[in-house]
C-alpha cells in the first residue's frame, strides 16, 4: 500500500519515469477494455493516450478514495463512453442518416437477424464482438468489465459512478439482449 | 410439425444461450440441458460453437503501439497546435464571409434607387455613365 503511495506521489510530483512505468503497467488494460467498446483500432490508439494526458494533468486531483487501477478503469471507460456519444451525435446529424430510410437508433435497438448480419459481412468479427455492437454504451461497458475483467458489481458501480442495483440491472439487460441478438445466428449458423 | 423451408432450429438453443452468457440457470434447467445435448448433435455442437466464441473473444485483444509519456505529450502539443491553426483559420473565413456578405448587402440596399447592380457598386459618379447628373440629356447637344 505505502508502495502505491510513493507512485502516486512520483506521479504527483511529474516524474517521467514513474509515467512511463505507469504506461507500460496499464497500457495493455485500457487497449483492452477501450477496444472492447468501441471496436476500433484508430480511436484505441487516440483515446488511449488521451487517457494517459488526462492522467498526467489532473493526478494532481486524484484524492484516492479509490485505487489506481479502479481512477484509470473509470478514466477510460469515460473515454470510450463519451467518444460513444459523440460518434452518435455525428451519425445522427450526418446527411446520410438524414436521408437513409433507418435511424441510427433504430438499426441498433432492432434485434432483427439483418443488423448481425450486416456487421458480420462487414467486419469479420466473431458473433460476441458483433452482437456487443448492438448494446447501448453503458450496457456495453458494463458488461465488458464483468465477463472480459472480471470485476465484481461493486467495482464496476465505482467505475461507472453508479449504484450497485443500477450494474446488475445493466449487467442482467446486456445478457438479454445479447441472447436475444445471437439466437438467430446460432441457429442458423448450425442447424 | 416442421415447416419445410425453415431449418431445423431447436427449442433449447435459447436455454444452451442463457446458460452459456447469463449463468443464471436454474439447477434443472441445467440438468436438462446436459442431458439434452447427449442426445442432440445440433444443440452440442451450437454450445460448443458458443464456448468457443466467448473465448476467442475475451483472448482477441488489441495492443496499441509503445509509447513514453514524453511522446504522447508531444502529439498532444501538436494536436492542440492544429486545433488552434485550423481554429484561426475557421474564425478569418467566417469573418471575412460576414464582410462579403454586409457589403453585398449594403450594395444592393432595396431602399437606395440604384439602375443596375454595376451602379451600386460605382461610388465614383463618374463612372455613373447613364446618370443625367454627370452627363446632362442636352450635354451632347450644346
Excluded at chain 1, 109 to 129: G, M, P, Q
Amino acid at each position: 500500500m505505502n508502495q502505491e503511495k510513493a507512485f502516486i506521489q512520483a506521479l504527483k510530483n511529474k516524474e517521467e519515469e514513474a509515467f512511463n512505468q505507469l504506461i507500460a503497467m496499464y497500457q495493455p488494460l485500457l487497449s483492452r477494455v477501450i477496444f472492447k467498446i468501441v471496436s476500433d483500432k484508430d480511436e484505441t490508439q487516440d483515446l488511449v493516450q488521451e487517457v494517459f494526458i488526462q492522467v498526467w494533468e489532473s493526478i494532481a486531483f486524484f484524492k484516492e478514495e479509490s485505487s489506481l487501477k479502479t481512477w484509470i478503469y473509470r478514466l477510460g471507460i469515460n473515454k470510450a463512453l463519451s467518444y460513444l456519444k459523440k460518434k452518435d451525435i455525428r451519425m445522427a446529424i450526418s446527411f446520410h442518416t438524414w436521408f437513409s430510410e433507418k435511424k441510427p437508433t433504430e438499426g441498433l435497438s432492432s434485434s432483427n437477424e439483418s443488423t448481425l448480419s450486416d456487421i458480420f459481412r462487414n467486419e469479420d468479427h466473431n458473433a460476441i464482438s458483433a452482437a456487443l455492437k448492438l448494446l447501448p454504451a453503458q450496457q456495453r461497458a458494463a458488461f465488458v468489465l464483468s465477463k472480459q475483467e472480471g470485476l465484481s458489481n461493486p467495482e464496476i458501480a465505482t467505475v461507472l459512478n453508479t449504484s450497485i442495483s443500477a450494474v446488475e440491472s445493466l449487467v442482467f439487460r446486456a445478457k438479454q439482449r445479447l441472447v436475444k441478438e445471437l439466437l438467430p445466428y446460432y441457429q442458423n449458423k448450425i442447424s | 410439425m416442421k415447416e419445410l423451408n425453415k431449418p431445423n432450429i431447436c427449442q433449447m438453443t435459447e436455454l444452451i444461450l442463457q446458460d452459456t452468457i447469463s449463468g443464471n440457470l436454474s439447477k434443472e434447467q441445467q440438468i436438462e440441458i446436459q442431458e439434452h445435448i447427449i442426445i442432440c448433435e445440433t444443440c452440442r455442437l451450437q454450445q460448443a460453437k458458443l464456448k468457443a466464441d466467448i473465448d476467442n473473444w475475451r483472448e482477441s485483444s488489441y495492443q496499441t503501439k509503445a509509447f513514453t509519456i514524453a511522446d504522447i505529450l508531444e502529439n498532444s502539443r501538436k494536436k492542440k497546435l492544429r486545433t488552434k491553426r485550423q481554429l484561426t483559420t475557421a474564425t478569418l473565413f467566417a469573418a471575412a464571409s460576414l464582410g462579403f456578405g454586409i457589403a453585398i448587402g449594403v450594395a444592393l440596399d432595396p431602399s437606395k434607387p440604384s439602375a443596375t447592380v454595376y451602379e451600386a457598386f460605382a461610388d465614383d459618379y463618374s463612372l455613373s455613365l447613364s446618370s443625367d447628373e454627370v452627363f446632362p440629356v442636352d450635354f451632347f447637344n450644346e
